[in-house]
Every structure is written in structure tokens, then in C-alpha cells.
């Protein structure tokens, strides 16, 4: 399946097929792997697109729980302080969800921005390549693992 959206969440055009067959051979793979294909990289582009899709909607769902929610938390006046605290925690799990999703939304789209440029599978902290396997299986991937590791250790 081709990339479909002609123009990125920044405002430039995604390249073509034709410009990617050029770009792909510039995209650092690691020792033993196969260069990337048109085809894979669309693919990659693919998997984001979908996934923000999945995103928006969830997105777009916890924020109108989370507002009636915010809506009715005055209601039930008579209500215990374990009623209000029970209310209040489901306030809380509402807005951290719907934190999270705003945060994986950014992290697919700044993705999806990556993939057709030069330098695409390229670590953000070393410059070596993040690794096809890791890119295609974790799309949003923008550091290799080693990285990614000394990222998790801190």
C-alpha cells in the first residue's frame, strides 16, 4: 500500500514512489541486514499512518470522558469523602490516559514525518543506524538500542 497523505503533519509534501526509490538507498541499515525496499519503507509509513487513525479516535474519546467527567464532579453534593475521592481518582486516570495518548500521538507523527526523508532509520543520539528490524517493528523507534539502553539507565 502506497503512502497516502500527500503533504506531512509539518506542511511538506511526502515524496513520491518515484523520489523514494531514490532516497531508500541512502537508509543506514544495520550489519547483515538487507538495504530497505520501497515497499518497506511504505509499509512503516503504512503502520504510522494507521496507528495515529487509532490514536485520534482514542484520543478524541478519553477527552469527552474526561470532560463529563469535569462536568459532573460537583454533582452527588451529599456525597461521602470516599465518593468524592473515588471521583477524583477517576479524574486522575482519565487525564494521565489521556496524557499518554497525546504523548504516543506526537511520538507516531514525528515518525511518520521521518520516514521518506534522508537519514530515516538514522539514531537521533549517535547517527548510526537504529537497525531495519527495530524501525519495523517499532515504527517510532528513533534511537538503536544500545541508546535507547544508556537512555533507560538514567
Not at 22 to 28: I, N, Q
Not at 121 to 141: D, H, L, M, N, Y
Not at 144 to 152: G, P, R
Request: with cysteine; proline share 4%; glycine share 8%.
Amino acid at each position: 500500500m502506497a503512502i497516502q497523505d500527500p503533504v506531512s503533519a509539518s506542511g511538506r509534501a511526502r515524496p513520491s514512489r518515484a523520489d523514494l526509490k531514490g532516497l531508500v538507498k541512502t537508509f543506514p541499515v544495520r550489519d547483515g541486514e538487507e538495504p530497505w525496499t520501497v515497499d518497506e519503507v511504505e509499509a512503516v509509513a503504512d503502520e504510522l499512518t494507521a496507528e495515529i487513525s487509532r490514536l485520534e479516535v482514542e484520543l478524541s474519546e478519553a477527552d469527552a470522558e474526561l470532560t463529563s467527567l469535569l462536568r459532573y464532579s460537583g454533582d452527588g453534593a451529599g456525597d461521602d469523602q470516599a465518593d468524592s475521592g473515588s471521583s477524583a481518582l477517576e479524574r486522575e486516570q482519565e487525564l494521565t490516559m489521556l496524557n499518554n495518548t497525546k504523548d504516543l500521538l506526537d511520538q507516531n507523527r514525528r515518525a511518520l514525518e521521518r520516514v521518506g526523508q534522508a537519514g530515516f532509520g538514522t539514531c537521533e543520539s549517535c547517527g548510526g543506524p537504529i537497525g531495519k528490524a527495530r524501525v519495523q517493528a517499532f515504527p517510532r523507534a528513533s534511537l538503536c538500542v544500545a541508546c535507547k539502553a544508556k537512555q533507560e539507565r538514567r
